[in-house]
């Protein structure tokens, strides 16, 4: 197979043409073609021809096509495990990379659906009164860049890195430009031909370089665009260095290898679940892709008095592991990545052998013309004092057991590596748990802490989930990438609006308190969801509340709390008098606004920010507002009878001086009248 660049809607096919080598038989796979492209032209036709495209979509509407995508790709994803063995992977470790890939970018488009605004931009929180009368606000707003999104991946995760990069892009309205590792890259390239075939994409959202350098890619930047990288430490940092990075301020993301740690609490013992627990999790994360994992453990912190339980209990597991080719059954680690790669694997691990004891060394693969080796475990007995532990990183199959002697020092040697992507906590002791988390949570980007409790369900160590974010600090790079919808507004500029409310709303298409309403001509209750507009309004009736009600709402609900039925008693309390429950107030407003026959709602089934603001006495007289808020197209499925959407209502109650004694939001199913392209 050929793996080219797709450039401005076409496959570039003419280049230079170097192998890809398969690291299980060190024969080609297929064909590097790299071509000279116009990485300008390439920018201007993402910002010119995708962008504006991607903009005229809502975000829901832009999350429903990566949905689309992402079950389009799995109908092909025996074809991608096929290709990835040739990549060391083991059907495990692909796993990880394929249907992992595929499942975060299923999270992202549903955690979007969820969080974010059903409009092309992202209403953020709430209004924020600037003035003292009101008439002065503010809010904040996400809209999407109008550049392009590079991504320059590792070739550890092709799969992977490549979705859980480009779907919060896409779903942000952001082209993508796509560069793969070449190592690895023939399995990018078969996933994303597969993204171009499928129809889904609006032509240009993405492209993607076929090449080991991206020539002068970063020159063409602006600081509009922004670059996503995944790599080596050193790489990063020269990228992020570029003059042009520099000089236009352009975002740069750095998701950089680090040495990672897991903590062997002090209160753990060789007869605990919690201890067999970190052993297997420590040789896990040694043998899944060979160790070639950002977040695999390098270093593992156990008690002095443990070190030889620890190294014994590594051994006798990790000579059970079976290496050899990884499309065999029976296999749990393939080889690494290419035979390059296992040159560079050898020199770092000597380095760190030059200051370690080795604790275990299977000669059952030796690193000569090929990608094979086996795991390796070391002992540094000084790790305060040896600083090459803790800086150097082997990206195989090894780790560093590095002994302490409380509770300080484990914390000491976590954060001697100055940042990670991930740390690690095995204990029983909630006490133990807390201090050595807080310890250590200011220096690593994700912290895990397990005991036999958590253990069945925990997805492991090294396993970033998109609904939480994936980066880390110091030498980890700075960056953040996942984080369920936080991975959109990565991609997306957050603008303060200041104006008058009834401004904002018309801009921001979401009510603000105190913005001009409109009266409905027709019961709300009684429209169908196209027919609604935000800052449309109900006024109701008004209704006087009496001691009967007060009394019947009591016995009803069994609430006789002192303030609504003892006069004197109640005389004592912050209210001076006896006064209506909250929840009758509620309720009474529900009969005010509520249409009784039936319509195009379907139901309430949500009450938001609810707030008793002031109190109703008996004698008051209460009316009610109900505004159209915000409005949200929903999914039709085959279980649905109908098509709807949400709708969001603020309510407020007001007594007969037009003061507010209560405000909330309700959340409403609503019939639409149409089906649309997202309804399946």
């Known amino acids: 197979m050929k793996v080219t660049s797709y450039s401005q809607g076409k496959w570039i096919e003419k280049g230079n043409e170097s192998e890809l080598i398969s690291a299980v038989t060190g024969k080609p796979v297929g064909i590097l073609v790299e071509a000279d492209l116009d990485y300008k032209a390439m920018c201007e036709y993402a910002r010119k021809v995708a962008g504006p495209k991607l903009r005229e979509m809502t975000i829901h509407q832009r999350a ?78 996400c809209v999407p860049k109008q550049g392009v999104a590079v991504h320059i991946n590792a070739f550890n995760f092709p799969v992977w890195g490549m979705l859980e990069k480009f779907a919060p892009a896409f779903i942000a309205g952001v082209p993508s430009i796509v560069k793969p590792s070449p190592m690895g890259s023939y399995l990018a390239h078969a996933v994303f031909k597969k993204m171009i075939d499928s129809g889904i994409l609006p032509e240009g959202s993405v492209q993607f370089i076929a090449a080991d350098i991206p020539g002068n890619l970063l020159d063409q930047l602006t600081s509009q665009d922004s670059v996503s990288f995944t790599g080596s430490a050193f790489t990063g940092r020269n990228l992020k260095a570029h003059p042009n990075i520099i000089a236009n301020s352009i975002p740069f993301n750095l998701e950089a290898d680090s040495l990672n740690c897991s903590i ?54 990790l000579e059970r592991t079976v290496i050899g080719d990884p ?49 390796k475990v070391l002992l540094c007995r000084k790790p305060i004092e040896v600083d090459e532990v803790h800086t150097i990183e082997a990206f195989g199959p090894v780790t560093t057991l590095l002994p302490y002697k409380n509770i300080d020092e ?80 990565h991609n997306m500029q957050r603008v303060a609006l200041q104006g008058s409310p009834t401004t904002i709303m018309n801009i ?11 009266e409905s001509d027709i019961h709300p209750f009684k429209k169908h969801f196209e027919d609604l507009e935000v800052g449309e309004a109900l006024t109701t009736h008004r209704r006087t509340v009496t001691e009967a009600d007060i009394v019947n709402f009591g016995s009803l609900s069994g609430d006789h ?99 507010l004694v209560a405000e909330y939001t309700i959340l409403t199913l609503i019939k639409r009248k149409n089906r649309l392209e997202m309804d399946q």
């Open 64 to 141: 429903f096509k990566i949905k689309f995508l992402g079950q389009y790709l799995m109908k092909h994803k025996e074809e991608f495990y096929a290709l990835s063995t040739h990549t060391g992977a083991t059907r495990r470790d692909s796993w990880i990379d394929i249907e992992g890939g595929i499942g975060s970018i299923f999270t992202l488009s549903s955690k979007a659906r969820i969080e974010l605004s059903d409009l092309p931009f992202h209403v953020e929180g709430g209004f924020e009164r600037l003035s003292r009368g009101g008439t002065f606000v503010g809010q904040h707003i």
């Open 264 to 317: 062997l609490g002090p209160d753990v013992t060789p007869v605990m679940e919690e201890f067999e627990l970190f052993v297997k999790e420590v040789a896990n994360e040694m043998t899944v892709k060979t160790g070639q994992k950002c977040t695999a453990i390098r270093r593992a912190i156990i008690p002095d008095e443990l070190v030889d339980d620890v190294s014994k209990a590594l051994k006798n597991r």
């Open 327 to 375: 499309a065999a059954e029976e296999t749990r680690m393939g080889p690494l990545a290419s035979a390059g790669q296992a040159i560079s694997f050898d020199a770092q691990l000597q380095k760190l052998i030059d200051v370690t004891d080795t604790v275990y060394a299977s000669d059952s693969y030796q690193n000569g013309k090929d990608a094979f080796t086996s795991p």
């Open 410 to 489: 484990a914390i000491e040697i976590a954060n001697k590596a100055d940042g990670s992507l991930v740390g690690s906590l095995f204990t029983a002791d909630d006490d133990v748990a807390r201090v050595i988390t807080l310890g250590c949570a200011a220096y690593h980007g994700r912290f895990m802490i397990i005991n036999r409790h958590s253990a069945k369900e925990s997805t492991g160590h090294g396993s970033p989930m998109p609904h939480m974010i994936h980066g880390g600090p110091g030498r980890a790079g700075g960056g953040e990438e996942l984080g369920g919808a936080r991975a959109v507004l």
């Open 508 to 518: 921001v298409n979401q009510y603000i308190k105190g913005a001009e309403t409109r």
């Open 561 to 659: 709390f002192y303030a609504h039925f003892d006069e004197i008693a109640a005389k004592d309390s912050l209210f001076g008098r006896r006064v209506a429950h909250g929840y009758f107030v509620l309720s009474a407003a529900a009969g005010m606004f509520v249409h009784p026959s039936p319509g195009p709602v379907m139901l309430n089934y949500g009450l938001e920010d609810l707030r008793f603001v002031a109190p109703v006495f008996p004698g008051d007289t209460i009316q009610v507002k109900l505004i159209v808020k915000r409005k949200t197209v929903r999914q039709q499925r085959e279980t649905d009878k109908d098509p709807y959407g949400m709708v969001w209502f603020d309510v407020h109650v007001t007594n007969q001086e037009g003061v």
